[in-house]
């Protein structure tokens, strides 16, 4: 009678292969596009994807939308860059500390913001990052101003140096895979489910004991974290920094990126991400136009795909299997 | 268990609740009954934690709770369930269960997120306690369901299970036989006392009066924010004031 | 000297404020007739100063018509926007609706780059340039152009609220959105003018300040920020909280950036926004019962 179900460890060996399948995926990739200009790109689809996680565990896990991410990305790669440059000391070193200041500032600006919900969240979080964005300008005896930041360090291990597309392609992502798997973890375990729980409904969550405002703030931080991190790697492997990366159109952009792949969706996130990164290589003649594009995008997703492509594209799916069978039945 | 002292609440200058004072027993199922608007469920909301009370206290098994959020109250053994149920439609049946051993368990955001030896080892035995609650409710064959997809009664019994994986000492239900059939209803009050078999103390605010008479030990009228009476079922269905409360309500 | 410049910084930050202001109460009749904060505003704003470009430009239309024909251009588009984006919504939650007042606003900008490019326009002001002394500083005939046309606006405003059937109805959508649809209100004719009048209050505001600061497809993001800045610090209120939000936060900025330092002027709104999220989220002057948080 009752179907029998799935257990954990059945459910973590399916999750796990699909990601060893993923992984192996994505370090054979450079052998199809060995040395070309879309290796640069594939670049950035890591480090996009990485914010699109990022801000993916804030809006789409706990419910909390932001639109500031754009100035934790920047935060960290503006402080990865200051330390190895004016303060010369070592990336390595640069990244973790920009990472905790980051995230220790989050976790502070939390507990105000986070106590704001919905449209009063969205705008509060938008004028952070323009805040931040106004301070990377200003700021000019540290940042450089609007010209930018140059002769940042590259990584280096040993003695190989991530100067290359293809070195920098696995060190992004080999970090791009780790903040997945670390994802996909928190997801389905205790805390990420309070997350969604906490989404769904707050005040059931609440009875239930979760700590809901103290959870938000906490995942608000790592989000940062993780933001940080991009930016740091994005820092090191560009060697060149300018405040108009880190502005409020890029955040809008990780809004596009996450709604398009699919909200509560790591394998979303990465659709999202790549797609985004990718369109704009394919749209070269109609250059400054993409952003219609992305307007365009996100107004059809919300409509009439909510759940972004990573469910969107099975449903679809089935529906015209559906209506083939229906239609060869009659 | 549970005492409640002088609890008044005003609204913007309305008494919705008038220094209403009762005490719960360990172990019993007791009914919080009375016509509309007689502050049935605004005396939940300050028990729960969801209010906070203009006057008077609570106590749980001794302790003063006044003001407590609710997240804290369950950390002290006490849930309760919403006469709307709120259900994590987003997830499966069974992760619902599983977020109510949210305070039985304790692992943190990087212990499951870098999934290590202990956090793993919590994370089956979470996974074992919830299939263990589907099962005493009956619904575990709908475990892998997505909960938002439930028909209302089962949604009822998930909303259920999911209090009882918190292992609570009280449980309060506000109107659980509403939206029920009477078949569910049947099988919700055996439920009701096999719960307090379990040694749960069950406190229930309910419209369905067949119900309440059948499965409370203890009742309480409410009227108009005050306390109208306080009995066994035989002992309220043959007080006067209850029977003309009820038919003054009848108009 | 020093107050002369004080004076001359308080008079600009006025005309602008009322610039903010009028937005501001643009984001409050949406907000309070729908639940939505329209993050498309401040593109009504950019298409109300392009549009009476294009009418004087291409049609050769004369300033005293070319502005009506902005006008109800924009309102048009804001009119589309409610019907095709706002309307057809599924699933409204507020994240969705956030989402897709930023999708339409993208939209709206990168079609206003297609049609009017990426250039700054110049639009001349009602009338003339000459500069008009004020104890020891001076402003220009636009402002006071703009101080009046919101006053007229304020007033409209506040006879439409008060006195008129439509008005009124609006208002008791804005208290209960239920029982007015029980009372036999048509609430969605009531979001769709509540998007009327947002839309052709923020191309005015666009029409007369454009001749100050110049116009360009991109200026309607900021316009529009600081616009909620106003409505925010107003409380949401669709009359005179606002007005004084606005007024409060353009001296604010002005004198700022004119004391201070002219870099951060953007900063101050933002400050002050979120300062008065965290603290005062019912806004400077509400009752502490509003459900903002």
Sequence with gaps: MAKPIR???DLMKRNLLLFAGFSLLVMLAPQFFRGGYLMNVLVFVGINTMLAIALNLLLGYAGQISLGHAGFFGLGAYLSGIMTTTFSMNPWEAMPVAALVVGCLAYLIGFPVLKLKGHYLAMATLGLGIIFFIIFNETYEWTGGPSGLSGIPNLQLGSIVFDTDVKNYYLIWGVTLAVMLFSMNLAQSRVGRALRAVHDSEIAAQVLGVNARHLKVQIFALSAIICSLAGSLYAHTMTFISPTTFGFNFS??????VVIGGLGSIYGSFLGAALLTLLPEFLRGANDYDIIVYGGLLVIMVMYMPGGLVRGIPALFRKIVKREAESGNA | MLELSGITQIFGGVTALDAVSFSIAKGDITGVIGPNGAGKTTLFNIISGIYKQTAGTVLLEGKNVSGFSPERLARHAMVRTFQNIELFGGMTVQENVMVGM??????????????????????????EGAVKWLEFTGILDLAEHAAGSLPFGKGRLLEIARALAALPRLILMDEPAAGLNSQETVALAQLIKRIRDLGITVV????????????????????????????????????????????GDDD | MQFDQIL?????????????????????IIYNATGIINFAQGEFVMLGG???????????????????????????????????????????????????????SILIRGLAMLVWGKDTHAVPSFSGDTPIAIGGATILPQHLWIFAITLIIIAVNKVYFYHTISGKAMRACSYNRRAAGLVGIDVRRMVMFSFIISSAMGAVAGIIIAPLTMTAYDVGVMLGLKGF????????????????????????????????????????AFIILLLILFFRPQGLFGKADSERV
């Design chain 1, 7 to 9: 257990s954990g460890s």
């Design chain 1, 252 to 257: 809008i952009e990780l809004l596009t990126m």
């Design chain 2, 102 to 127: 949210h305070t039985k368990s304790s692992s943190g955001l990087l212990a499951c997120a870098l999934r290590m030896p202990w956090s793993s080892a919590e994370e089956r035995r979470i996974r």
């Design chain 2, 204 to 247: 229930l605010v309910e419209h369905d009066m067949e119900l309440v008479m059948d499965i409370c030990d203890r009742i309480v009228v409410l009227n108009l924010g005050r306390k109208l009476a306080e009995g066994t079922p035989r002992e309220i269905q043959e007080c006067p004031e209850v029977i003309a409360a009820y038919l």
């Design chain 3, 8 to 28: 001359q910084y308080t008079l600009s930050g006025l005309s602008t404020g009322a610039i903010y202001a009028l937005i501001g109460i643009g984001f409050s």
């Design chain 3, 50 to 104: 392009l549009f009476t470009l294009s009418c004087l430009e291409f049609l050769k239309l004369p300033l005293w018509a070319a502005i009506p024909c902005a006008i109800a251009a924009s309102t048009l588009v804001g009119m589309l926007f409610e019907r095709l984006a706002i309307r057809p919504l599924r699933q409204p939650t507020p994240i969705n609706l956030v989402i897709i007042t930023i999708g339409g």
């Design chain 3, 229 to 268: 800045c106003a409505a925010i610090i107003g409380g949401m209120s669709s009359g005179l909280s606002t007005v004084i939000g606005g007024l409060l936060l353009g001296v604010l900025e002005s004198l700022g950036a004119g004391l201070i330092s002219s870099g951060y002027k953007d900063a101050i």
